[in-house]
């Protein structure tokens, strides 16, 4: 290990890690990184083909980004964001609120996605609660749905393993059954269905409906349950149930925005839009911790009024507004505009979903090779015609990602799912040299 690894772990508690394992396997200390690649103290090369947790959205070390921060760095770095304002922040609303899917006007900042959504339930709650609506105090969720970490957040997260322990400290959510298109209860494909498992959703709005404020979702892909791919008509079917229950959408696109399911928002497949919607991840291109929530006229109005009504919406951060991140937002609008990187994006992504399947599908333990956008995820099952998963001792996923990063390829896994999420601008010639040593590392653990 390195003087450098070893003085981290004497000091550092690592986020969503058993520190115990650092044992095997030390943290790797990295020094630079440029586009895709990563490069350790060693020097050697790492494909960050998981874009450093689904954030960095158009690489590492990108040139217009940098030079936007540096230009923002020496004219102002921070400032106060209760009445006071400043332009980079006023220019990323307004092209932000162009590109929104319909209807979503006014944004509220805050500085990471869990906070984001912590202001989404917030501000749905307060919004009922000053319509006359004192009754709507509940909240949904779809199962194996993740929001952050905060305890609001986790609390609209059903995923036991983040969940479980901290049960008695969270809120009483209302739980739908998810689609799962890999194991549709309904015994159909994703080419057949109609959302028949939407079922679920209507039984729970039947009982809840009267006391709930809003549902939360990530549209599309449930991206921590193991980017679990849904289609589009499953939030049309939502959108009109929560239009006849008076129950507010809140999508939380924190992970799908920016151009991750191949159009600029998971909502934009849909043709329907959500009354609040948290963004973060990408919105900085993995700069800086940012992020907002965004929301109808409707919504705001029902909190505009005389201090003294006591309408306000008290909620903030002190890093709110954040001009470095702003800068780097508007950069990334602009790189995203300038150079067409989704049309790009999506034809690097037939490529990679192709590619793939040719490599992978054959293969006896691939169980599923789900796609959208970029993100492909690789189901790993023990046996393939009964879809059954491997026992959970044997970490599979874990063990393929250690074998992974011995060859120089970042694949962090969900349980047995890993996947590609790579930044938009991503070549084919790199997709090819991540895929030609993910499948090396499989086949090393599963023959
Ligand atoms: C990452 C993520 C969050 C939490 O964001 P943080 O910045 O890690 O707090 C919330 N929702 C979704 C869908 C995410 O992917």
């Keep these: 290990m390195s003087e450098l690894a070893k003085l981290d772990l004497k000091y550092i508690w690592h986020p969503c890690s058993q520190m115990h394992d650092y044992e095997s396997l030390p943290p790797i200390v990295i020094k630079r990184a440029k586009g895709v690649f990563l490069y350790d103290e060693y020097d050697k090369r790492y494909i960050d083909i998981i874009s450093s947790w689904w954030c960095n959205l158009l690489g590492h070390s990108n040139e217009r980004i940098n030079e936007a921060i540096k230009v923002q760095l020496d004219r102002l770095e921070h400032v106060i964001f209760a009445n006071f304002t400043h332009e980079s922040a006023i220019n990323l609303s307004s092209r932000l609120v162009e590109i929104l899917p ?63 322990i901290y049960k008695p400290m969270l809120m009483d959510v209302i739980r739908i059954k998810s689609p799962d298109c890999y194991r549709c209860e309904f015994g159909l494909t994703r080419q057949s269905c109609s959302c028949e498992c939407f079922c679920h959703a209507k039984e729970e709005f039947e009982k809840h409906g009267h006391e709930t404020a809003a549902i939360i979702i990530e549209p599309l892909v449930q991206g921590a349950a193991g980017m679990r791919i849904y289609p589009a008509l499953y939030l049309k079917k ?107 994006a999506n034809k690097t992504a ?19 090779i789900r796609q959208i956008g970029l993100i492909n995820a690789i189901e790993l099952v023990e046996d393939k015609s009964l879809k059954q998963a491997f026992k959970a001792s044997r970490r599979v996923g874990y063990e393929i990602y250690k074998k992974a990063l011995k060859n120089g390829l970042l694949l962090r896994p969900l349980g047995d799912v ?17 895929m030609a040593l993910c499948e090396k590392s499989i086949r090393e653990i599963l023959g």
């Design 350 to 368: 037939k490529f990679l979903n192709e590619t793939l399947s040719k490599v992978l599908l054959g293969h006896k333990n691939v169980g599923e």
């Design 238 to 344: 939502l959108r009109e149930i929560c239009d006849a229950y008076d129950v507010l959408l809140i999508a939380d696109e924190i992970a799908t925005g920016f151009g991750r399911t191949g159009k600029m928002f998971a909502f934009d497949h849909a043709g329907v839009s959500p009354d609040i919607m948290t963004l973060s991840k990408g919105l900085t291109g993995g700069y800086m911790p940012m992020s907002i929530t965004a929301t109808t006229q409707k919504i705001y109005d029902a909190f505009y009024a005389p201090y003294s009504e006591g309408k306000a919406f008290m909620h903030s951060h002190t890093y709110s507004g954040n001009p470095l991140g702003c800068a780097a937002a508007l950069a990334v609008l602009d790189i995203i505009e300038n150079d067409d990187v989704l049309t790009r």
């Design 418 to 434: 890993i996947y590609f999420n790579p930044p938009l601008n991503i070549t084919q010639e790199e997709c090819e040299k991540a």
């Design 102 to 164: 319909k209807g979503l006007v006014k944004l509220n900042f805050s500085d990471n996605g869990s906070s984001a959504v912590e202001s989404a339930l917030k501000m749905a709650f307060q919004y009922h609660y000053q319509t006359g609506k004192p009754n709507k105090t509940r909240f949904m969720c779809l199962e194996e749905g993740y929001h952050g970490e905060t305890i609001g957040a986790l609390s609209v997260g059903t995923m036991d393993l983040y969940a479980k």
